[in-house]
């Protein structure tokens, strides 16, 4: 089965870091997703991990540990842009993608 | 270019309708997938196509019909809905290669049923 969680809600001042966790329980599992999305938007792919570490990509990074089913997606150096909610998503076997409940980030200023 | 298509942006369609949502990538991606989103939760997993075939189902109501005409083109009938199933469908799809297997989304259709 699929497990995910996330927290619901995060707030953070323009500028600052955030950094959102995801754990989970995937049967299969085989890769980690984060995408952001903005209300009323469709979601856009942000990172992938597969192997155990850091991905970073420009203000954004995302770590994954395998044996803890953990993940966090660390933001840095905080836009107005950047409130969205942020998925995170555990792929298991057949391209199955089972989303978590989704982390909503309030950037203020 | 990592754009998939989705129309009509916005459907409204009374219970005893039939209509199509239609949705197409010329990434030469060849796995496939409708989603279904409610407000303020995440998408849920509908149907899964890979190489043009119906590989997971995820034993949605047969009142929703899905359609792979070629490697491109995505389509979801519509029929006999119920008001429940309201929300916003988003169309997605990927390489079907296997790794990474990054999904791409379309913008979605709004629907409301009355």
């Known amino acids: 089965g699929q497990n995910i969680d996330q927290p619901t809600e995060m707030t953070a001042t323009e500028g600052a870091i955030v950094q959102i966790n995801c754990t989970y329980q995937?049967?299969?599992?085989?890769?980690l997703f984060w995408y952001q999305q903005h209300a009323g938007e469709a979601p856009t792919f942000l990172s992938y991990n597969v192997l155990d570490g850091l991905e970073e990509k420009g203000r954004f990074s995302s770590f994954l540990s395998r044996s803890k089913g953990y993940s966090y997606l660390l933001l840095k150096e905080l836009q107005m842009k950047d409130s969205a909610s942020y998925l995170c998503a555990s792929k298991a076997a057949g391209n199955k993608l089972t989303f978590g409940g989704g982390t909503r980030v309030l950037v203020k200023p | 270019d990592t754009e998939v298509t989705q129309t009509p942006k916005h459907l409204v369609m009374g219970m005893t309708n039939k209509k199509s949502l239609k949705c197409e990538q010329h990434m030469g991606h060849r796995a496939m997938y409708w989603y279904k989103q409610k407000a303020k939760k995440p998408p849920e997993l509908m149907f899964v196509y890979s190489y043009e075939k119906l590989s997971i189902n995820e034993s949605v109501p047969s009142r929703f019909s899905p359609e792979c005409p070629n490697s491109s083109l995505l389509n979801l009938h519509l029929h006999a809905l119920q008001p429940e199933d309201s929300a916003l469908y988003l169309c997605a799809s990927s390489p079907g290669t296997g790794y990474q297997e990054t999904q791409y989304f379309g913008p979605g259709t709004r629907l409301l049923v009355l």
């Open positions: 995937t049967s299969g599992f085989n890769g």
